[in-house]
């Protein structure tokens, strides 16, 4: 079988490689993948970035997926071939104290799939019974693979924020979870405006607007005109920083309310800022990573009921054949979420 590698430790170095369909071990099941999306850290492998060093080289690359139980090993009990499922890919070690206690998402010892070992842009992935989740019967495949990053949005919106119905709330980022973030807090009865910068006009921007949001482009907006005109002037209750860009963070502390909360949701890197205001002020920082099984169930739910529109959320123009396309466009941010349809390999 084939499947799209990172083959070189430098920009680039993407390539279609030949690997021998896994056999499942006995706690494992074989899926067969059908569709898979690109993610932010596809494109920071793409890019090569300092975390991604530790990667074993070639790894085929990609997490979120949706696919079709083909085989299990002989100790699998929760599920059958023909089984339709996805994967939560932070694969937890069971055994540190984070396990213990239910937080397997920030686990000591995690193996991440795609980066630690082969990902889903391959036919077929050999894949642990207890990180497997269930499809809903009434899911599209396509749509299914956007539960991951949907669980994300899920978890920082509804577990690591005080979004209330009401609620001012600003979105940093109209990248993919900053798109699936806006939705769930609006579904959480939140007013929500999302912001980008100058190279989301094209796409993201109106793709934001499209999907029934109030839009700011943080380069050419006077953004202490629309917090006045849309908090008068008091900040936003809720900002989610879902940018990943250093600038997120000291922007978020100009336009939140005293005694409003700021949720890092993107991975910021380093900053420099004044913290004696936010103490002042009351700011609650809070960060949050990863998801949960029970955030994948809302997830789903969400993608059920319509709360989020993966129809106009997903991207499908791009193919792995000519993977480099597709990931040179969401560099340049002139697209969110690619979706692949993996049969093409």
Do not use: W
Not at 18 to 26: I, V
Request: charged share 25%; with cysteine.
């Amino acid at each position: 079988m084939r499947g799209l590698a990172k083959v070189a430790r430098n920009e680039g170095a993407m390539q279609l490689i030949d690997r021998p369909q896994p056999t499942p071990a006995e706690d494992e099941v074989l899926v067969e993948v059908k569709y898979a999306g690109l993610c932010g850290s596809d494109a920071g492998i793409y890019k090569f970035k300092s975390a991604f060093e530790r990667m074993n080289l070639p790894t085929i690359i990609g997490h979120e997926y949706a696919g079709r139980v083909i085989e299990r090993g002989e100790n699998v009990s929760s599920y059958s071939i023909g089984d339709h499922v996805v994967e939560r890919p932070i694969r937890p070690c069971g055994d540190c104290y984070q396990c213990q206690i239910g937080e397997e998402n920030i686990c000591q010892n995690t193996a991440l799939t795609g980066i630690d070992h082969d990902g889903a842009y391959e036919n077929y992935i050999a894949v642990p019974e207890g990180v497997l989740h269930p499809i809903p019967a009434n899911v599209h495949l396509k749509y299914a693979a956007i539960a991951e990053p949907t669980a994300i949005a899920v978890r920082a919106v509804t577990k690591n924020s005080r979004v209330e119905p009401g609620d001012r709330v600003l979105v940093e980022g109209p990248g993919p979870i900053g798109l699936l973030t806006a939705q769930i807090a609006d579904a959480q009865g939140g007013e929500v405006v999302i912001s980008g910068v100058g190279r989301d006009a094209n796409y993201r921007l109106p793709l934001a607007r499209k999907l029934g949001f109030e839009i700011i482009n943080a380069e050419d907006d006077d953004l202490e005109a629309v917090r006045r005109d849309k908090t008068g002037g008091a900040g936003y209750d809720v900002i989610f920083d879902t940018t990943g860009h250093p600038s997120g963070l000291t922007t978020a502390v100009e336009e939140v309310r005293k005694g409003g909360q700021i949720v890092l949701v993107g991975q910021t890197g380093e900053t420099t800022m004044a913290y004696t205001p936010l103490v002042r002020s009351e700011i609650d920082i809070q960060c949050t990573y990863g998801a949960l099984f029970d955030d994948f169930e809302r997830a789903f739910r969400m993608i059920q009921s319509g709360d989020i529109d993966a129809e106009t959320f997903i991207d499908d123009r791009f193919s792995l054949l000519n993977a480099e396309e597709a990931f040179e466009a969401f560099l340049a941010s002139e697209t969110a979420k690619p979706v692949f349809d993996i049969s093409e390999l």
